[in-house]
């Protein structure tokens, strides 16, 4: 991992991101010579927080839909639960 500090980035924020951008490494930001935070590319971003949060989504509504098939009533589909539900 690349360790930058604070004051650096500050004083060099393209240079920084250039190195980020060209080792796709993540980058560990130091303040008063302690860990601070850490600067991942976008893609990484994505892959570890967006996606799983929208995964996460999917998994809860797939959740609650099985969860309406259990109780539907004789001769009602899931599909007529969907649209009660969107009215």
Request: hydrophobic share 35%.
């Amino acid at each position: 991992m690349i360790k930058t500090n604070a004051l650096q980035l500050r004083q060099s924020l393209g240079a920084v991101l250039k190195k980020l951008q060209t080792s796709r490494q993540p980058i560990l930001v130091e303040k008063n010579s302690k860990p601070a935070a850490v600067l991942i590319t976008l893609e990484d971003y994505q892959k570890r927080f967006v996606d799983r949060e929208a995964d996460e989504k999917r998994k809860e509504l797939v959740s609650r839909i099985k969860k309406m098939r259990q109780r539907l009533p004789e001769g009602e589909s899931s599909i007529d639960l969907i649209r009660e539900s969107r009215q």
